[in-house]
């Protein structure tokens, strides 16, 4: 989603655009992180777009060393006099999944998170209200799951402990961070259950996905 934004205001605006991705992927340290930013600084970018709460470390330090470049923080808040924090009212959103759920007569319900970072903290929390309402205005009893998994990248783990939540019950998992939806995904398709995407629209990505918690994500960018 912040991608798409970046190339649709260069688009629009006749700009050079690029994607500088750090180094070790998902395992990706803050001086992976800072030398992808550095790159794109050198290479002569005026604007350079960041997006998620990792990336706090570096930014802070490109930042300072770049003071005539725009940085953009997605999650984040102004860490820097040329920094401009882009957040989000997670919780809304969330609140508005965990509603819709329940009101759709959908009882057994997980919140699986990535890293409990803010953003992902703030989903949660509306996701369990959003419930709670509903199911004190249409008297049934909602059964919740919550669990951060610590990763915003698929893996077996995350697929295991959402098999366990399917056969235990849960209807519907609201993935929340990244990659680690796929895993649910997973677990959902061989359960007979259902996701919840996160941040844009993923319903294009499995018939599973009943809807998406989203935030305009390309549209804020």
């Known amino acids: 989603g912040t991608w798409n934004g970046v190339k649709a205001y260069a688009a629009a605006n006749g700009l050079s655009y690029k994607y500088y991705q750090p180094a070790n992927g998902d395992q990706a340290t803050d001086d992976d992180r800072y030398d992808a930013m550095k790159a794109a600084c050198d290479n002569g970018a005026k604007a350079v777009v960041t997006a998620g709460f990792l990336q706090e470390t570096a930014l802070k330090k490109i930042a300072a060393e770049y003071p005539d470049v725009a940085f953009f923080f997605v999650d984040g808040g102004s860490v820097g006099a040329n920094v401009a924090g882009i ?87 609201f993935a929340c961070g990244g990659g680690i939806y796929s895993s649910a995904v997973d677990a959902a398709s061989a359960n007979n259950g259902k996701v919840i995407g996160v941040d844009v629209d993923q319903s294009g990505d499995s018939e599973l996905i009943i809807t998406s918690a989203t935030k305009v994500l390309s549209a804020s960018v």
Do not use: H
């Open 87 to 173: 957040v989000f009212a997670e919780e809304q959103c969330g609140y508005l999944a965990g509603y819709a759920a329940v009101v759709d007569g959908y009882t057994e319900l997980g919140f699986l998170g990535g890293m409990a970072v803010p953003a992902v903290v703030r989903y949660g929390q509306g996701f369990v209200q959003g419930a709670d309402a509903a199911a004190k205005e249409l008297g049934v009893t909602v059964n919740m799951k919550y669990w951060y998994s610590g990763s915003f990248a698929a893996n077996d783990d995350i697929k295991a402990k959402m098999d366990g939540w399917y056969a235990d019950g849960t209807q519907v998992v």
